[in-house]
């Protein structure tokens, strides 16, 4: 069983920036994709982005891409995503996700394993 704990929500002002972390507890950690999606209040859960086993290829949502970046340490089981220049449309509960099946990126039914999840909350 993989379980996976976020971190590092909070609020912040438009513009700002925030580091969220997702720990993983698993030996076998850098066999997972890892992902981010996020759901706002009424809204359906959306893929953010994704990063392989190897930290080589990542994934990005098109309105994220250059605001966002993810990485991985495998060494201490834990994903990142830096966020800046974040938007109050960026608010939303944002949740860290794993699977094993390579190719699966954006579909959140791909990914086997989630957080329990972290608010980030941006004002305007």
């Known amino acids: 069983q993989v379980q996976l704990v976020e971190s590092g929500g909070g609020l912040v002002q438009a513009g700002g920036s925030l580091r969220l972390s997702c720990a993983a507890s698993?030996?076998?950690?850098?066999?997972?994709?890892m992902g981010w999606f996020r759901q706002a209040p009424g809204k359906e859960r959306e893929f953010v982005v994704a990063?392989?086993?190897?930290?080589?290829?990542?994934y990005y949502a098109s309105s994220d891409k250059g605001r966002f970046t993810i990485s991985r340490d495998n060494a201490k089981n834990t994903v990142y995503l830096q966020m800046n220049r974040l938007k109050p449309e960026d608010t939303a509960v944002y949740y860290c996700?794993?699977?094993?099946?390579?190719?699966?990126?954006?579909?959140?039914?791909?990914?086997?394993?989630w957080g329990q999840g972290t608010q980030v909350t941006v004002s305007s």
């Open positions: 996700a794993a699977n094993t099946v390579s190719g699966s990126y954006y579909d959140a039914g791909a990914y086997e394993y």
């Open positions: 698993v030996r076998t950690f850098s066999s997972y994709v």
């Open positions: 990063i392989t086993w190897s930290g080589t290829n990542t």
